[in-house]
């Protein structure tokens, strides 16, 4: 099981900027991938981004520009900055793992942080 430690929420006015943080620790194999899933009360979690160990990003079509998700592989820390923030990027932001062991995915969660973007 991957533990997964996430900074950087906050408050912030409209067109401001946050970065949020994600630090993994406790994987007895590589981690495959991680990335960022955001949720507001009433609806599923969405994809914010994901980056591969390869380096390979995806972006939800509608942040793409204004987001950008990066990794520290020798910290096993992934980031996400984001810019020109609007009120509706409101959500709790979930870091998110994932390991292959076969073909079997196992996905670990962290515990949210909230972003609030105020108008």
């Known amino acids: 099981q991957v533990q997964l430690v996430e900074s950087g929420g906050g408050l912030v006015q409209a067109g401001g900027s946050l970065r949020l943080s994600c630090a993994a620790s406790?994987?007895?194999?590589?981690?495959?991938?991680m990335g960022w899933y955001r949720q507001v009360p009433g609806k599923q979690r969405e994809l914010v981004a994901t980056?591969?160990?390869?380096?390979?990003?995806n972006y939800a079509d509608s942040l793409k520009g204004r987001f950008t998700i990066s990794r520290d592989a020798a910290k096993n820390t992934v980031y996400l900055q984001m810019n020109s923030l609007k009120p509706e990027d409101t959500a709790v932001y979930y870091c998110?793992?994932?390991?292959?062991?076969?073909?079997?995915?196992?996905?670990?969660w962290g515990q949210g942080t909230q972003v609030t973007v105020s108008s």
């Open positions: 998110n793992a994932y390991v292959y062991r076969g073909s079997v995915r196992s996905d670990d």
């Open positions: 406790g994987s007895r194999f590589g981690i495959n991938g």
């Open positions: 980056i591969t160990s390869g380096g390979n990003t």
